[in-house]
């Protein structure tokens, strides 16, 4: 007998047929004398909904009490599906009882529509499993120390997955999902993709970060933190399917390197073109500007990825960063009204269509020449590469996003991602 | 300056148009300087919608737990609602916060889907108003002592209205709804029914108790308990309209009768088909009957409305009562499965197809007669009473549920109700 997490995302509780699959699932697994907590996302297409009403009401960029009444209207679309699958619980013949992030408590800080989570108190949730209840729990979302519902960002529920898992020592999470693990890159660009049984934190993390959808990025996060052993697969199984065959199947994100495990240089390509790139050209090459700059960028809560400071010349030097798309047109505004005015720079220029493709490998570490391979295969491609970033375990390039495709499947196939692991 | 409370149904949150038109009219109000608090109802559909999805869920009759679920699900109709007005709100520019009822907090009673209303922490919605915001509170709902999310039953929006018009003492309770006041009876059945200017509470009780839909009965109580003058009134007036204009439309429940006032006899006709009959045959007539049996009844959380005893005759009698046809089946199995076995009594039988149609009037305190002449006229159309209550203020009778329309147009013309107030 374990704690078990299970997670299940929109499409997975898309309509009643389905939620009663989830449920019959979930009972399987409690009554092989598991544990069961399991936190489903809304109902596929009820976010959108919720938020489309939202943008009819308030066309406009919302300000921060805007926020907090998309996190309230938005919340409601994973208490609804919460409910909905304790009932479909308890009409499988399970004990089963649903709960909201404020009532667990899941504790976030007051970044409202991205809040980070920052405890939860599982007494409440221990003790009805403790009497043999299956505990639902409301994903994607907590409540800050006033009191007010606060939402984790798109994806979120995977996260609270986790960090419920984490709080309670889980044996496993397992994120049920439309995709039936991680795959060395996206089917849909690569056809030759192919899945991976195992891929260890870091590499998830890093795929994850560069804008692989199978898991939110803070939610690998989370599981490396507290060392959550995580499962990615399909909840598109039959529900009856034999529970050791189900435990074995998808992708594992392990921790642990085995040591006698020939590691593939390169497990995955990941690629990104929710990004946008900002230029400050002809900024003043003194101390303190990168913080002037990307202080200025923080304080407004915009996330930066890719940062490349270009060499100086003339006492003057061009300074580029990416942003999230979504940012892009409040961070280039923030830039020309406030940093511009006192930064003595000359101008800020920014482009939407890029795109960031990275190669990611553990096996990076003890191999050489890894990123200079990838630089030759962009350039047989006649691809430019417009900045790059780099780190211990994977390499991306920023180029015009309408080479995405092409880099990706010139890179699956030059790191012999279409054959078979060893 | 006064403080206003503003409740909205369903119908006039139906739509973001509708939604956006009740912005506007609640910044009239607030910049005519006045503190205004808010409770929408969920947008029309949403409840019948969410309470659908956990029919196909779990068919069969709820257990306790499942109403829990229930009101984790349809709690988040007008927490929606509440979020989007808002949002309306501060797209009209003004400063706007929503509040679940936990967070205000509307503190309950736990019997889940119709619990009754404790308390109310106003603290932090007249710190809200200080600071010039809106204040916009979901009706319907509210949170147990266990911090378990409660709702207060069909049309409890309105008795959230008037309870935190009550805990806050303001001026008005003005109820917007889709009509545009109280009428004499319901026009779809009489279309000569008069919309009243002022009707007494006691009157207003009564017509809620006995089926007008204008209002729910518990928030007439609430009103009546803590003084609240009471308005209601019709959403569907241009938003626009002076705001003198409005605040003197609809029907104003008044508290205090007005001596000089020419009361009419009766006020209104009220019916509902809403009820079923049970009656326990061969019931041994000796004391605590009626208790053994209504108090089972009670003890199953079943309203009983109507009760009669008959005579005895052998040392055995007949006892009849009605329940929300809901309840009636429960009510059925519970007094053949529980209460005859104990009670020594014959039989248990259940009619299903009754209505209750009901006279009400101040003026029937200094009239006498009045009674009377409802059974002449109910005799004269030839229909059969099945059973009679009365009150200071109104008779009620139950008659096979065919008559209804029938019944109601003969009473509202036989007490000159067609004809304008003197």
Same mark, same amino acid.
């Given at each position: 007998?374990?704690?078990?997490?299970?997670?299940?995302?929109? %499409?997975?509780?898309?309509?009643?047929?389905?939620?009663?699959?989830?449920?019959?699932?979930?009972?399987?697994?409690?009554?092989?004398?598991?544990?069961?907590?399991?936190?489903?996302?809304?109902? *596929?297409?009820?976010?959108?909904?919720?938020?489309?009403?939202?943008?009819?009401?308030?066309?406009?960029?919302?300000?921060?009490?805007?926020?907090?009444?998309?996190?309230?209207?938005?919340?409601?679309?994973?208490?609804?599906? *919460?409910?909905?699958?304790?009932?479909?619980?308890?009409?499988?013949?399970?004990?089963?009882?649903?709960?909201?992030?404020?009532? !667990?408590?899941?504790?976030?800080?007051?970044?409202?529509?991205?809040?980070? =989570?920052?405890?939860?108190?599982?007494?409440?949730?221990?003790?009805?499993?403790?009497?043999?209840?299956?505990?639902?729990?409301?994903?994607?979302?907590? !409540?800050?120390?006033?009191?007010?519902?606060?939402?984790?960002?798109?994806?979120?529920?995977?996260?609270?997955?986790?960090?419920?898992?984490?709080?309670?020592?889980?044996?496993?999470?397992?994120?049920? %999902?439309?995709?039936?693990?991680?795959?060395?890159?996206?089917?849909?660009?690569?056809?030759?993709?192919?899945?991976?049984?195992?891929?260890?934190?870091?590499?998830?993390?890093?795929?994850?970060?560069?804008?692989?959808?199978?898991?939110?990025?803070? *939610?690998?996060?989370?599981?490396?933190?507290?060392?959550?052993?995580?499962?990615?697969?399909?909840?598109?199984?039959?529900?009856?399917?034999? =529970?050791?065959?189900?435990?074995?199947?998808?992708?594992?994100?392990?921790?642990?390197?085995?040591?006698?495990?020939?590691?593939?240089?390169?497990?995955?390509?990941?690629?990104?073109?929710?990004?946008?790139?900002?230029?400050?050209?002809?900024?003043?090459?003194?101390?303190?500007?990168?913080?002037?700059?990307?202080?200025?960028?923080?304080?407004?809560?915009?996330?930066?990825?890719?940062?490349?400071?270009?060499?100086?010349?003339?006492?003057?030097?061009?300074?580029?960063?990416?942003?999230?798309?979504?940012?892009?047109?409040?961070?280039?505004?923030?830039?020309?009204?406030? !940093?511009?005015?006192?930064?003595?720079?000359?101008?800020?220029?920014?482009?939407?269509?890029?795109?960031?493709?990275?190669?990611?490998?553990?096996?990076?570490?003890?191999?050489?020449?890894?990123?200079?391979?990838?630089?030759?295969?962009?350039?047989?491609?006649?691809?430019?590469?417009?900045?790059?970033?780099?780190?211990?375990?994977?390499?991306?390039?920023?180029?015009?996003?309408?080479?995405?495709?092409?880099?990706?499947?010139?890179?699956?196939?030059?790191?012999?991602?279409?054959?078979?692991?060893?």
């Amino acid at each position: 007998m374990a704690l078990i997490v299970h997670k299940y995302g929109g %499409t997975s509780m898309g309509s009643t047929e389905r939620i009663k699959n989830v449920a019959k699932r979930v009972a399987k697994w409690a009554r092989a004398g598991h544990q069961m907590v399991v936190v489903p996302s809304a109902m *596929s297409g009820e976010t959108n909904r919720l938020l489309g009403l939202a943008k009819e009401l308030s066309p406009s960029k919302p300000a921060d009490a805007t926020n907090r009444e998309l996190d309230m209207l938005a919340s409601t679309g994973e208490q609804a599906s *919460s409910a909905l699958l304790a009932i479909a619980l308890q009409a499988e013949g399970m004990e089963a009882v649903s709960y909201a992030g404020w009532q !667990v408590s899941v504790r976030t800080d007051s970044s409202y529509t991205k809040a980070r =989570i920052e405890s939860i108190d599982d007494a409440r949730v221990r003790a009805d499993l403790e009497a043999g209840r299956v505990v639902v729990i409301t994903g994607f979302q907590g !409540v800050d120390d006033e009191g007010n519902i606060t939402t984790l960002g798109r994806g979120g529920s995977d996260t609270s997955a986790v960090a419920i898992a984490a709080a309670m020592k889980a044996h496993e999470c397992l994120i049920y %999902t439309d995709v039936d693990g991680v795959y060395t890159t996206d089917p849909r660009v690569e056809p030759d993709a192919r899945r991976l049984t195992t891929v260890s934190f870091e590499e998830m993390l890093e795929m994850a970060s560069l804008g692989s959808k199978v898991l939110q990025i803070r *939610s690998v996060e989370f599981a490396g933190k507290y060392k959550v052993p995580l499962r990615v697969l399909s909840s598109f199984t039959p529900w009856d399917i034999d =529970i050791n065959e189900e435990a074995k199947s998808g992708t594992l994100i392990t921790f642990e390197e085995d040591e006698n495990m020939e590691q593939a240089v390169v497990s995955g390509i990941a690629f990104n073109r929710d990004e946008a790139k900002i230029s400050v050209l002809g900024v003043p090459d003194k101390p303190g500007i990168a913080y002037h700059i990307l202080g200025a960028v923080a304080d407004a809560n915009i996330e930066v990825d890719v940062i490349i400071q270009n060499l100086s010349k003339d006492g003057k030097t061009d300074f580029s960063f990416t942003v999230h798309r979504n940012e892009f047109a409040k961070a280039v505004d923030l830039l020309k009204d406030k !940093v511009l005015p006192t930064l003595g720079a000359a101008e800020v220029v920014g482009d939407a269509r890029i795109c960031k493709v990275s190669i990611v490998g553990i096996g990076m570490r003890s191999h050489v020449g890894v990123a200079a391979k990838m630089f030759r295969v962009l350039s047989e491609e006649g691809i430019n590469i417009q900045m790059i970033s780099t780190s211990e375990i994977k390499t991306s390039v920023v180029i015009d996003e309408k080479y995405m495709e092409l880099a990706v499947r010139a890179l699956h196939k030059a790191f012999d991602l279409d054959q078979p692991a060893a």
